[in-house]
């Protein structure tokens, strides 16, 4: 048991699959895993842990923003043993060729956060993923005739921003889409010495002004969890 988390020690897979959403896990953990158990209720972060095509899996929602999402990341790693732990989030999208649907395989990130930047005085320390888990996701996704980006994104403490200038100005340096928690992943995965990757379904588009309900969010990406699930099990 950890301060967020009431599962018992070897609950939760070494392999872990990170939505913002819980009930992203759920849909997850009911759609396309085995013999699924929850494990976790505290504040209705649902985690499972089950089966994908015979290798051992958990999923286990973060929450929004990198607060929240850097908690339940700590005390996987820390308290429970996770080794590779890969994001599947939301993002919108700043790129007109990038479109609604499109899956983002996250290569680095840049952020706004100072979470990170109060632990590098004077330093800017680079977010990235692991080349592994990247080069994997990546074969995956192409074997599934996925139309798959690769490249920076923004990992932004702001969803509802004013500047949405500085936003397009990292865009015209080739930043792909914006979201919330990667960033964080990617520090604390370097901090730790464990792997982290994160895939994102493009859920609004901030050029064409294009969304998905809440529901789709939801339910519907599937093409990212199951790259996810394959990157990690295969
Ligand atoms: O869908 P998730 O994984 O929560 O990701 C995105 O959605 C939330 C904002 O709506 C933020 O957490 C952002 O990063
Ligand atoms: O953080 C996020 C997530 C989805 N869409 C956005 O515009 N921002």
Same mark, same amino acid.
């Given at each position: 048991? &950890? ?75 820390? &308290? ?32 706004? &956060? ?83 990757? &994160? ?36």
């Amino acid at each position: 048991m &950890s301060f967020h988390i009431e599962a018992k020690a070897g609950e939760i897979a070494e392999s872990i699959l990170l939505p913002g959403d819980p009930l992203r896990a759920k849909y997850i953990a009911e759609t396309f895993l085995e013999d699924a158990v929850c494990y976790n209720h505290v504040r209705g972060m649902l985690g499972y842990t089950g089966t994908y095509r015979g290798s051992r899996v958990s999923v286990q929602g973060t929450g929004m923003g990198m607060p929240s999402a850097s908690i339940y990341i700590h005390e996987l790693i820390n &308290s429970y043993g996770a080794k590779n732990l890969v994001r599947i989030g939301t993002c919108g999208a700043i790129q007109a060729d990038v479109k609604i649907r499109d899956v983002i395989i996250a290569q680095a990130a840049a952020t706004d &956060s100072a979470i990170i930047r109060n632990s590098f005085p004077g330093y800017d320390f680079p977010q990235i993923g692991n080349f592994e888990l990247i080069k994997k996701a990546y074969e995956v996704g192409k074997a599934k005739g996925l139309n798959l980006h690769v490249g920076n994104v923004l990992s932004s403490d702001i969803f509802y921003s004013d500047d949405n200038a500085s936003v397009f100005k990292l865009g015209q340096h080739g930043v792909l889409a914006v979201e919330m928690e990667t960033a964080g992943l990617y520090y604390l995965a370097a901090k730790f010495g464990v792997s982290g990757l &994160s895939l994102l379904t493009v859920s609004d588009h901030l050029v064409t002004g294009e969304q998905t309900t809440a529901l789709e969010r939801q339910t519907t990406f599937n093409d990212m969890i199951e790259v996810a699930l394959d990157t990690v099990t295969r």
